[in-house]
Protein backbone atom coordinates (compact mmCIF):
# COMPACT_ATOMS: atom_id res chain seq x y z
CA UNK A 1 0.00 0.00 0.00
CA UNK A 2 1.39 3.04 -0.87
CA UNK A 3 1.15 6.04 1.77
CA UNK A 4 3.22 9.08 2.45
CA UNK A 5 2.84 9.84 6.78
CA UNK A 6 3.91 13.55 7.74
CA UNK A 7 5.16 14.64 10.97
CA UNK A 8 6.54 17.12 12.92
CA UNK A 9 3.13 19.09 13.41
CA UNK A 10 2.72 21.44 16.65
CA UNK A 11 1.74 24.57 18.41
CA UNK A 12 4.59 27.35 17.80
CA UNK A 13 5.24 30.75 19.26
CA UNK A 14 5.45 33.77 16.40
CA UNK A 15 9.30 33.89 15.19
CA UNK A 16 10.02 30.15 16.12
CA UNK A 17 10.48 27.29 14.01
CA UNK A 18 9.29 23.65 12.93
CA UNK A 19 10.89 21.11 10.72
CA UNK A 20 8.26 18.72 9.14
CA UNK A 21 9.03 15.59 7.78
CA UNK A 22 7.09 13.40 4.97
CA UNK A 23 7.55 9.58 4.95
CA UNK A 24 7.08 7.22 1.89
CA UNK A 25 6.18 3.89 2.07
CA UNK A 26 4.91 1.22 -0.68
CA UNK A 27 6.91 3.17 -3.61
CA UNK A 28 10.27 4.25 -4.96
CA UNK A 29 10.45 8.09 -3.53
CA UNK A 30 13.51 9.08 -5.95
CA UNK A 31 10.81 8.44 -8.87
CA UNK A 32 8.48 11.11 -7.59
CA UNK A 33 7.95 14.96 -7.52
CA UNK A 34 7.05 16.21 -3.58
CA UNK A 35 4.98 18.60 -2.67
CA UNK A 36 3.84 20.50 0.51
CA UNK A 37 0.31 21.96 0.53
CA UNK A 38 -1.44 23.60 3.55
CA UNK A 39 -5.33 24.22 4.47
CA UNK A 40 -6.01 27.12 6.96
CA UNK A 41 -10.24 26.82 8.23
CA UNK A 42 -12.09 28.51 5.69
CA UNK A 43 -9.38 29.29 3.08
CA UNK A 44 -8.21 27.31 0.11
CA UNK A 45 -5.30 24.39 -0.18
CA UNK A 46 -2.27 26.54 -1.37
CA UNK A 47 0.88 24.86 -2.25
CA UNK A 48 3.34 26.06 -0.46
CA UNK A 49 6.90 24.37 -1.89
CA UNK A 50 8.04 21.45 -4.44
CA UNK A 51 10.68 19.44 -4.85
CA UNK A 52 12.15 17.36 -7.77
CA UNK A 53 12.62 13.86 -7.91
CA UNK A 54 16.23 14.39 -7.68
CA UNK A 55 16.39 17.35 -5.56
CA UNK A 56 17.83 19.79 -7.86
CA UNK A 57 14.82 22.26 -8.62
CA UNK A 58 12.53 23.78 -5.68
CA UNK A 59 9.25 26.29 -5.73
CA UNK A 60 8.56 28.18 -2.89
CA UNK A 61 5.25 30.04 -2.58
CA UNK A 62 6.20 33.74 -2.30
CA UNK A 63 3.86 33.61 1.19
CA UNK A 64 6.89 31.27 2.52
CA UNK A 65 10.34 31.98 0.56
CA UNK A 66 13.16 32.76 2.22
CA UNK A 67 11.37 31.34 5.37
CA UNK A 68 10.74 27.50 4.68
CA UNK A 69 13.26 25.31 3.53
CA UNK A 70 12.40 22.16 1.64
CA UNK A 71 14.37 19.70 0.98
CA UNK A 72 14.62 15.56 0.55
CA UNK A 73 16.73 12.07 1.73
CA UNK A 74 15.57 9.37 -1.09
CA UNK A 75 17.75 7.37 0.76
CA UNK A 76 15.23 7.36 3.81
CA UNK A 77 12.40 8.31 1.40
CA UNK A 78 11.64 11.39 3.11
CA UNK A 79 11.40 14.89 2.31
CA UNK A 80 11.49 17.78 4.94
CA UNK A 81 9.66 20.88 5.13
CA UNK A 82 11.93 23.40 7.54
CA UNK A 83 9.86 26.32 8.83
CA UNK A 84 11.66 29.34 10.90
CA UNK A 85 10.13 32.54 11.41
CA UNK A 86 6.88 31.76 11.53
CA UNK A 87 3.67 33.92 11.76
CA UNK A 88 -0.01 33.31 12.96
CA UNK A 89 -0.91 33.26 9.11
CA UNK A 90 0.80 30.03 8.67
CA UNK A 91 -1.59 28.48 10.77
CA UNK A 92 -2.80 25.48 8.83
CA UNK A 93 -2.82 21.98 8.32
CA UNK A 94 -0.10 20.94 6.30
CA UNK A 95 0.08 17.92 4.03
CA UNK A 96 2.56 16.62 1.74
CA UNK A 97 1.60 14.70 -1.89
CA UNK A 98 4.01 12.84 -4.62
CA UNK A 99 3.87 13.06 -8.48
CA UNK A 100 5.26 10.41 -10.42
CA UNK A 101 7.76 12.04 -12.51
CA UNK A 102 10.29 10.64 -15.71
CA UNK A 103 12.70 13.53 -15.45
CA UNK A 104 14.86 13.45 -12.79
CA UNK A 105 15.46 17.25 -12.06
CA UNK A 106 12.56 19.11 -13.88
CA UNK A 107 10.32 21.87 -12.91
CA UNK A 108 8.27 21.12 -9.89
CA UNK A 109 5.05 22.19 -9.36
CA UNK A 110 2.57 22.91 -6.93
CA UNK A 111 -1.08 22.68 -8.88
CA UNK A 112 -2.54 19.91 -6.74
CA UNK A 113 -4.28 18.26 -9.34
CA UNK A 114 -1.07 16.46 -10.68
CA UNK A 115 -0.51 14.56 -7.29
CA UNK A 116 -1.09 10.92 -6.84
CA UNK A 117 -0.67 10.39 -3.24
CA UNK A 118 -1.11 12.80 -0.37
CA UNK A 119 -0.60 11.94 3.42
CA UNK A 120 -3.24 12.75 6.05
CA UNK A 121 -1.90 16.19 7.08
CA UNK A 122 -0.21 17.47 10.16
CA UNK A 123 -1.37 20.65 12.53
CA UNK A 124 0.86 23.81 12.77
CA UNK A 125 -0.24 26.40 15.05
CA UNK A 126 1.59 29.44 15.28
CA UNK A 127 0.37 31.61 18.23
CA UNK A 128 1.30 33.35 21.49
Known amino acids: QSQLVESGGGLVQPGGSLRLSCVAS????????IGWFRQAPGKEREGVSC????????YYADSVRGRFTISRDNAKNTVYLQMNSLKPEDTAVYYC?????????????????????WGQGTQVTVSS
Open 97 to 117: AARRTYYTNAYCTTNANVYTY
Open 26 to 33: GFDLPYYD
Open 51 to 58: ISSGGGRT
